[in-house]
């Protein structure tokens, strides 16, 4: 069955204002996870990664946690943009696997101006 | 550098019909993933495949779907005899390697079955 689910199926935010968006997985073999933004009629498109070794990775206004006692990943941008506004998707992989993904449902995020 | 390329776009078929999907990896990439989505739902997993081989299939359908990655060409996803369940976005993703390596997602080819 599906292992990653979200907590919040949509977030609304002010522009400029930091998001948190959440993840929560199962599967405690799973040990790569990735962020993907899905724009409306668009496909996924790759944010960040962070690997089961790590609890923390940054890339450009992105954040990744990775909390492994709790199996929760979170995704935080800084100073949120209209151009933000999508469907952000968490999915999680295990190494030595195949190399499919296990995507969660996906949270909305709305960027007021 | 051309992405993931895939055509059609969009696709209307009758129920009963064929539907041929096409992906074509970004250049160096050797893995390719198709994936399924149901409109306001995540991407489900359907197959893994190299070239001519199919590594993973565990998220197929047993009957109507079949895929393949050819040696020369792209790799195609096809659904015999289409009902209006069939009807979803088809989207394929490749990499360079087997797993914790990241994964290039094509625009995606809209299925519709009327």
């Known amino acids: 069955g599906e292992s990653v689910g979200l907590h919040l199926p949509t977030l609304s935010v002010q522009e400029g204002d930091n998001s948190i968006i959440n993840c929560a997985y199962s599967n405690s073999a799973s040990d790569y996870f990735i962020w993907y933004k899905q724009e409306s009629g668009k496909g996924p498109q790759f944010i960040i990664d962070i690997r089961s070794n790590m609890d923390k990775r940054q890339g450009q206004r992105v954040t990744v946690l990775l909390n492994k006692t709790v199996k929760h990943l979170s995704l935080q941008i800084a100073a949120t943009q209209p151009g933000d506004s999508a469907v952000y998707f968490c999915a999680e992989n295990i190494e030595g696997n195949t190399g499919k993904l296990i995507f969660g449902q996906g949270t909305t995020l709305q960027v007021k101006p | 550098n051309a992405g993931v390329m895939q055509n059609p776009r969009h696709l209307v078929r009758r129920r009963g019909q064929e539907a041929r999907l096409r992906c074509s990896p970004m250049k160096g990439h050797s893995h390719v993933y198709w994936y399924r989505q149901l409109p306001e739902e995540g991407l489900k997993f359907m197959v893994y495949?190299?070239?001519?081989?199919?590594?993973?299939e565990s998220g197929m359908p047993k009957e109507r779907f079949s895929a393949e990655f050819p040696k020369e060409g792209p790799s195609i996803l096809r659904i015999q005899q289409v009902v209006r369940g069939d009807s979803a976005a088809y989207f394929c993703?490749?990499?360079?390697?087997?797993?914790?390596?990241?994964?290039?997602f094509g625009q995606g080819t809209r299925l519709t079955v009327v």
């Open positions: 495949l190299q070239k001519e081989n199919i590594i993973d």
């Open positions: 993703a490749s990499s360079r390697g087997r797993g914790n390596t990241e994964a290039f």
